[in-house]
T-cell receptor, first 114, second 112 residues
Framework: NAGVMQNPRHLVRRRGQEARLRCSPM?????VYWYRQLPEEGLKFMVY????????ESGMPKERFSAEFPKEGPSILRIQQVVRGDSAAYFC????????????FGPGTRLTVT | TQLLEQSPQFLSIQEGENLTVYCNSS?????LQWYRQEPGEGPVLLVT?????EVKKLKRLTFQFGDARKDSSLHITAAQPGDTGLYLC????????????FGQGTTLQVKP
């Protein structure tokens, strides 16, 4: 059973460009969470999605950030007009519906904004 | 705002020693998870505890959930260099949607 897949692993963007991060959950998992880990800081929740629905986006910045989990295909975290402060590691996690806290993480995407 | 305080932040010990990492909060959690994270990788789930007072063992690692479900501990017996890494506790609040609230982490170094 393949684990959570994320791509790309590393992404370099210039200020003002768009960043698209992809996440494929574990087989059989219908819950996807995105977290951000800033340098020297802990992991912070961003958004929780189920297929075609955003369940909780309380950790998402109000502007420039969006997320989706379409019926087919991976979950996408999109950051428009990136700024240097967006440089961080972005992790996706998935869980089965029965135990919400039991989340399995992908390897992360390291975003660097130059 | 729910917070998880982890202590100690850094721990450097000799191979064979025992250690305990603590995770404390003033809030009640419906479940609590322990993860281990290597540099450049995502956190790897070690255990989930759900019931107050629950104790789970994973080889030389013992995890305990406090009776009131506000705190947890990770105890490692006879630490080995392979235990070196960042240990994270994370909890799910009673009324939230399943999002994890993370502690700041404990960086463990086990010297041979």
């Amino acid at each position: 059973n393949a684990g959570v897949m994320q791509n790309p692993r590393h992404l370099v963007r210039r200020r003002g460009q768009e960043a698209r991060l992809r996440c494929s959950p574990m087989k059989g998992h219908s819950h996807v969470y995105w977290y951000r880990q800033l340098p020297e800081e802990g992991l912070k929740f961003m958004v929780y999605l189920q297929k075609e629905n955003i369940i909780d986006e309380s950790g998402m910045p109000k502007e420039r950030f969006s997320a989706e989990f379409p019926k087919e295909g991976p979950s996408i975290l999109r950051i428009q007009q990136v700024v240097r402060g967006d440089s961080a590691a972005y992790f996706c996690a998935s869980s089965p519906s029965t135990v919400p806290g039991e989340q399995y993480f992908g390897p992360g995407t390291r975003l660097t904004v130059t | 705002t729910q917070l998880l305080e982890q202590s100690p932040q850094f721990l450097s010990i000799q191979e064979g020693e025992n250690l305990t990492v603590y995770c404390n909060s003033s809030s009640v959690f419906s479940s609590l998870q322990w993860y281990r994270q290597e540099p450049g990788e995502g956190p790897v789930l070690l255990v989930t505890v759900v019931t107050g007072g629950e104790v789970k063992k994973l080889k030389r690692l013992t995890f305990q959930f406090g009776d009131a479900r506000k705190d947890s501990s990770l105890h490692i017996t006879a630490a080995q260099p392979g235990d070196t890494g960042l240990y994270l506790c994370a909890g799910v609040g009673l009324s939230n949607t399943g999002k994890l609230i993370f502690g700041q982490g404990t960086t463990l170094q086990v010297k041979p």
